[in-house]
């Protein structure tokens, strides 16, 4: 038999995954709320439970086979070692630029401040309009920036809109549109590649969309 090792994002992804690993078996048989890998429902198959941004990296070194992630997260850390061939359509959202509502016109002659969880995102977006900027990294929270003046605008995720509306900001440009990524370890494609395809066309099936 040959065993997989699944890496899931904990957080919100997490919650929107589970309804679709159950419909093809691979729910977690544990207390993922504690535990940080615990088996599937299907026998060789096991799961990770972790950071978001962290999947790319299990799955790029081959410590997990596959993974679940945020296209926002590819986009950040670049994804040249992975293939990425199911769009499993959950967890949407986009990534936009906002502003405060009322901002007062900026000095020309200083860089647009931009506060971002995104900085490789936000300055190739800046750049590819030819403007020069300047990018605050922060953690979370972003919507906080421009009301205290930290920064003009921010580049961050938007779903409904409520949480920039709440904070009196408003989005001045979509960025691209963000879902969750079935991500697969190159070397493992080719060393477990009857295992692999057999998970991918399960999920494909139950509503993932090939790439
Ligand atoms: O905890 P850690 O820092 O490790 O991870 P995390 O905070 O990034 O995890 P989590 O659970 O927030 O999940 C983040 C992933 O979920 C992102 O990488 C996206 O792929 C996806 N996603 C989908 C979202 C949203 N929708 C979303 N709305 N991530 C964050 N948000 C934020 C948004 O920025 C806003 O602040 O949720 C807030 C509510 O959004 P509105 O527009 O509905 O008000
Ligand atoms: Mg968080």
Do not use: W
């Not at 016109?105 to 860089?111: I, L, N, S, V």
């Not at 009301?147 to 938007?158: E, F, H, K, N, R």
């Not at 295992?195 to 099936?205: E, M, N, T, V, Y």
Request: aromatic share 2%; with cysteine.
């Amino acid at each position: 038999m040959t065993v997989l090792t699944l890496a899931l994002s904990k957080g919100r992804i997490l919650e929107e995954s589970l309804p679709m690993l159950a419909k093809v078996g691979l729910d977690p048989a544990g207390d993922i709320d504690r535990l940080l890998r615990v088996p599937s429902r299907t026998p060789g198959v096991s799961l990770l439970i972790i950071r978001p941004a962290d999947v790319p990296t299990y799955v790029a070194y081959g410590a997990a086979d596959l993974g679940i992630v945020g296209k926002d997260v590819l986009m950040e850390n670049g994804s040249a070692d992975l293939y990425e061939p199911l769009d499993l359509d959950i967890a949407k959202c986009r990534l936009s630029v906002a502003a405060k509502k009322d901002a007062p016109a900026r000095d020309p002659r200083r860089r647009l401040r931009v506060a971002t969880k995104y900085p490789e995102i936000a300055r190739r977006h800046f750049a590819a309009k030819g403007e020069q900027v300047e990018i605050i990294k922060l953690y979370g929270s972003m919507e906080l920036a421009p009301l205290v003046g930290l920064s003009d605008v921010i580049v961050d995720l938007v779903a409904t809109g409520g949480t920039l509306r709440a904070n009196g900001l408003i989005e001045t440009e979509i960025i691209c549109q963000v879902s969750s990524r079935i991500v697969v370890n190159k070397a493992a494609m080719k060393t477990k590649h009857a295992a692999i395809q057999g998970l991918l066309d399960k999920l494909a099936r139950s509503g993932g969309k090939r790439k």
